[in-house]
């Protein structure tokens, strides 16, 4: 019990800074220094795993803290290969029916993205790529994305496109 709330305590803080990450590209409004969002992940990512691997091999032991490092890496990739293999399967169906598989190809590349968190030994990437891998965080994924680009699309602006036939002629 004491390891699961350590790991949902950790993950709550982890889960903020991947937030932080993704949602804010310019990470400037919380840190006043120039620091590059790919940099504060190097340094907080293996931070935040050390802490885990100290507090996790504390309570369960050195040995059994390696084994769930890779039992949840051979579940995890396990897993990304079937949600990857279903999602090619879907993909491969849309395109026999000329629609174009478009939640099929973000949710691959997220499913890739996944498992590379899932091979990361670390039980925060494992945490965060179970969340990517999982279907629901997908679609709430693709549906952020695909709302950002329909805005971008219809942003007004000062002249409407049109065609127009000259009469004079």
Avoid: W
């Amino acid at each position: 019990v004491y390891i699961f709330k350590t790991i949902i305590h950790c993950n709550f803080y982890i889960f903020i800074i991947f937030t932080m990450l993704v949602f804010f590209n310019d990470l400037n409004l919380f840190i006043k220094r120039q620091m590059n969002s790919l940099l504060l992940a190097l340094i907080l990512i293996p931070a935040v795993e050390i802490y885990l691997f100290i507090k996790i091999g504390a309570s369960i032991g050195a040995f059994n803290t390696v084994l769930l490092i890779f039992f949840t890496a051979f579940i995890g990739i396990y897993y990304a290969r079937s949600q990857g293999l279903n999602t090619l399967n879907q993909g491969l169906r849309k395109m026999i029916k000329n629609e174009i598989p478009a939640y099929e190809l973000i949710s691959g590349a997220l499913i890739a993205i996944g498992a590379i968190f899932l091979i990361i030994p670390g039980f925060a990437t494992d945490f965060v790529g179970f969340l990517i891998i999982f279907p629901p965080t997908r679609k709430i994924i693709f549906k952020r994305f695909s709302n950002i680009n329909k805005k971008e699309k219809y942003k007004k602006s000062d002249y409407i496109e049109g065609e127009y036939k000259d009469l004079d002629e």
